[in-house]
């Protein structure tokens, strides 16, 4: 299947705010339960933060993701299958408007740990967090570990 991108708009200005072609690996626990999937993406860095842009696919459904990373916070904006907005900050609690195969809820999400880590041959981002409804119910707990590779 060929992949589908969300396209970044390339600068004039050369070397580090160039779109690089990547690949990446997510590792995601919630709940105990362990994913691990591989994808390609795109990759930029324009000055203060790094942006990555890539597809995921479930099924039939299709997830456009964006993620917005520096050394303090990070920003995952999901729009198809999956839509939401999940602001990853350690120093404040952040709303999220969770929607999935139209089922929505909200949540409050606390960000336990997040790192970023860069080198020369691309990142990885590290996040643990837990999900709130303010129901009563148990929070739902998660970490992710992203990696890039650029290529």
Not at 66 to 81: N, P, Q, S, T
Not at 126 to 133: G, I, K, N
């Amino acid at each position: 299947m060929e992949q589908d991108y969300i396209y970044m708009e390339e600068t004039t200005v050369k070397s580090s705010s160039e779109v690089r072609n990547v690949h990446i690996r997510i590792r995601s626990v919630v709940e105990g339960v362990e994913n691990l999937w591989e994808t390609t993406g795109e990759y930029k860095w324009d000055g203060r933060q790094h942006m990555l842009a890539y597809t995921d696919y479930t099924g039939n459904a299709i997830t456009k993701n964006g993620i917005f990373a520096d050394h303090e916070k990070m920003l995952l904006h999901r729009v198809g299958a999956i839509t939401c907005d999940m602001l990853f900050d350690p120093l404040t609690a952040t709303m999220v408007d969770y929607k999935a195969y139209m089922v929505g809820a909200k949540f409050l999400l606390h960000t336990e740990t997040y790192s970023m880590e860069e080198n020369e041959v691309g990142l990885n981002i590290r996040v643990q967090y837990t999900l709130d409804d303010g129901g009563g119910h148990t929070p739902i707990v998660g970490e992710q570990e992203i990696t890039v590779e650029y290529y």
